[in-house]
């Protein structure tokens, strides 16, 4: 089988999860499946998810001559779904866990899903194909104060309102159908010194793709179910692609890891409240890894422990 998704930072990965044997794991973005398999290889049980049907797919076709293919249970889902599909499966407690962030290279590099600004192809973007709401719908019928708002939020642009009155200008004539078009009117919005740091377009669409999978909402009451259900001792490892994810991340690892919250005024603590994990890590790609994947550059591993009250 050809290699669908080039895990990033995947021996960080193992080791930060301490996997013991018979232990359980939910990786909750299966994508090509490595990082289970990583898992299932140490001794682990795992249940994944994914909302992607080419990932669920390939996974099953994958892991269909595993060696140890009882100890996995794959479940179309999304992972924000984590209690749900625990519940389903019978789980009540969980020995760590694993978020994998963004997209994966199968999705980048199938041009037919729309993802890539360098490959023209309908505007899609959509995780779950069963989804109806895609790209097309945001830059043909959303309002311009509404698309500038997404690019600027999602994608911190800074041409952002200059590039949704240009995107409502072309559909006066015509819908915008596909990525290159979209591509074109982002190029030709933006100022020469922006051409210097990558491709013009590269905001927007991480702009666009975020919003057609609501890829920021719930992800810090989820990282919350998720620490609930973590033994004493479980790890939770996170992976995000940019700064917007990263922050919820780190935000809510900083919250879940506060004891006292008591006024600084109070000379004793009168809130009880404890803290529910301790910060392990914050991590990035070593150069090799860089070199040989150069799209884990902008990737940032966080790992914390839940620890007894």
Known sequence: MEQYHIPVMFEECMEALCIKPEGIYFDGTLGGGSHTAGILCRGGRVIATDRDDDAIAYCREKF???????NLTIVKSNFKDFNSVLNKAGIK????????????????????????????????????????????????????????EVILDYGEEKFARRIAKNICAYREKKNIE????????????????????GHPAKKTFQALRIAVNDELGGLGEVIGHIVDRLNVG????????????????????????????????????????????????????????????????SATLRVAEKIEK
């Not at 190029?187 to 740091?197: E, G, Q, Y």
């Not at 939770?236 to 919820?248: C, G, T, Y």
């Not at 809130?271 to 070199?291: Q, S, T």
């Open 93 to 148: 407690k969980i020995d760590g866990a694993l978020l994998d962030l963004g997209i994966s290279s199968h999705q980048v590099d199938d041009a037919e899903r729309g993802f890539s600004f360098r490959q023209d192809a309908p505007l899609d973007m959509r995780m779950d194909r069963t989804q109806r709401f895609s790209a097309y719908d945001i830059v043909n019928d959303w309002q311009q104060d509404k698309i500038a």
């Open 178 to 197: 596909t990525t290159l078009e979209l591509s074109e009117i982002v190029k030709h919005s933006v100022d020469s010194a922006s051409m210097k740091n």
């Open 64 to 70: 269909a001559s595993h060696p140890f293919k009882e």
């Open 234 to 297: 479980g790890r939770i490892a996170i992976i995000s692609f940019h700064s917007l994810e990263d922050r919820i991340v780190k935000r809510k690892f900083a919250e879940l890891s506060t004891g006292c919250i008591c006024d600084k005024s109070l000379p004793v603590c009168v809130c009880g409240h404890k803290a529910d994990l301790k910060l392990i890590g914050k991590y990035r790609p070593c150069e090799k890894e860089l070199e040989r994947n150069p799209r884990s550059a």
